[in-house]
């Protein structure tokens, strides 16, 4: 298993390519929140590549205009030194409690 380094690269298009030029001939792919519009445009450059494809917590349509404020809140908070503050503030997003 190979987890892709995904903040080298200022847009999809371009880690899409460097994920293709790094990865094997034919792998499985999994996309996790934004790795998941990643994988789409993995899968617009090079299907033939892409064995199996897993998407999780992640969507194929356009964010909603509150979702676009809430992601550049979240940058905003990132860019002001503020990681791990914004990383435990989402966290809840990612994960669902265990049933009691």
């Known amino acids: ?4 380094n995904h903040i080298r690269d200022s ?4 880690i899409a390519r460097r ?3 790094e990865a094997p001939p034919r792998f ?3 996309g996790h ?4 519009y990643i994988a789409f445009e993995i899968m617009r450059q090079a299907p033939q590549r892409v064995a199996k494809l897993a998407l999780i917590n992640t969507q194929a349509r356009p964010d909603t205009p509150e ?5 550049r809140g979240q940058i905003a908070a990132v860019e002001a030194a503020a990681l791990a503050t914004e990383s435990k ?9 265990a049933a009691r």
């Open 28 to 30: 499985a792919l999994a």
């Open 33 to 36: 929140s934004m790795g998941g």
């Open 11 to 14: 847009n999809i298009g371009v």
């Open 89 to 97: 503030a989402m966290y809840p997003g990612f994960v669902i409690r």
């Open 19 to 21: 994920i293709l030029a």
């Open 1 to 4: 298993m190979t987890v892709a």
């Open 67 to 71: 979702a676009t404020a809430r992601r």
